[in-house]
């Protein structure tokens, strides 16, 4: 039986209203009252986890590279849209110029 397609796009400002509203696509009532046994059988029924084995003592802890403190010149009005978005702009920047990046490379 096929997954039921249920992927919702949302925009940052509309994932953030929602946030402040409480909402949540997840039962977390339904989620805390399950057992261990539940819990166990939910996911060995789930087509997406099957055949999944995770190797917890060969795990290893990989800590993200240092970032460079950089001071560069950049519009305004480029500034000011990321800044607009929240918390988190610098790390936005980062994102699209890694984006921008990656693609580069593949040509």
């Known amino acids: 039986m096929p997954k039921k397609e ?3 796009r949302y925009s940052a400002e509309e ?3 929602k946030r402040k509203r409480g ?3 997840s039962d977390w009532e339904r989620a805390s009252a399950m057992t261990r046994e539940e819990i166990e059988a939910d996911i060995a029924s789930d087509p997406d986890e099957a055949g999944m084995v995770v190797d917890w003592d060969s795990v290893s802890i990989e800590l993200p590279k240092p970032k460079a403190d950089l001071h560069m010149r950049i519009d305004r009005d480029i500034l000011d849209f ?3 978005s929240g918390r988190g702009y ?3 920047i980062n994102a ?3 984006s921008y990046v990656q693609r580069a490379r593949q040509e």
Do not use: G, I, M, P
Request: hydrophobic share 40%; aromatic share 6%.
């Open 90 to 92: 610098q790390t936005r």
């Open 15 to 17: 994932l953030a209203a």
């Open 82 to 84: 990321f800044r607009k």
């Open 23 to 25: 909402e949540s696509s």
């Open 96 to 98: 699209v110029l890694r």
């Open 6 to 8: 249920r992927t919702v």
